[in-house]
C-alpha cells in the first residue's frame, strides 16, 4: 500500500548533491546572513545534515567564528563537504563543530543511527550531549522523552550562553 500518491508532487531541501544540496546551502547562509545573528539552530535528518555542512563550511573559512552559538541534530545524518560531496568522518577529519551541540537519535532507526553517531563524532567532545530517545527516525511526543531531550537541549544552551 502506497502512503503517498503517485501523482502528487513532493518536496526535499535536496535530492541529490550537485546541484540541490549547493542550492540549499546557498539559499540557507543568505538567510542567515540577511536575518541572523541566531543562538542556535535545531535540524531534523535532512535539516541537521544541512546545518552541520555549513557550520563546517563557514568554519573552515572564517574560523572560530560560527552561524550559531549551539546546535541540536535530531536523528541527523553526516554532513558533506561540499567540495566533492563525500560526508565528513572523524577519524580522519577531527572534530570539525566546536560550538556545543546536542545529539538526539534513535537507536531503532535502524538505517540512519549510524549516520546520526557519526555526526556526533564531529562535535567537539567536551561540549557535545547524546539522548537516545529510543524510537525510529522520529521527534517522539510522549512527556518522558520530550522532557529527556529538553533536559540536554537546555545544557546545550546553558554551555553556548554562559560559557563562551
Known sequence: ??????????????????????????????????????????????????????????????????FFRCAVFICGIEPRNILDGKTYNAATDGELIQVPTATIYGSKDYQWVEASLALSRLCNSQSKELFDHGRAHEIPRTSALTSGMARVIRKVIDRALYTH
Open 1 to 66: 500500500m502506497t502512503h503517498f500518491p503517485r501523482q502528487a508532487e513532493y518536496y526535499a531541501f535536496f535530492t541529490d548533491f550537485s546541484t540541490t544540496f549547493r542550492t540549499a546551502l546557498d539559499d540557507l547562509e543568505e538567510y542567515l546572513q540577511t536575518e541572523g545573528p541566531f543562538d542556535g539552530v535545531i535540524g531534523f535528518s535532512q535539516g541537521a545534515c544541512l546545518a552541520a555542512s555549513l557550520m563546517i563550511q563557514h568554519a573552515r573559512k572564517q574560523p572560530p567564528h560560527s
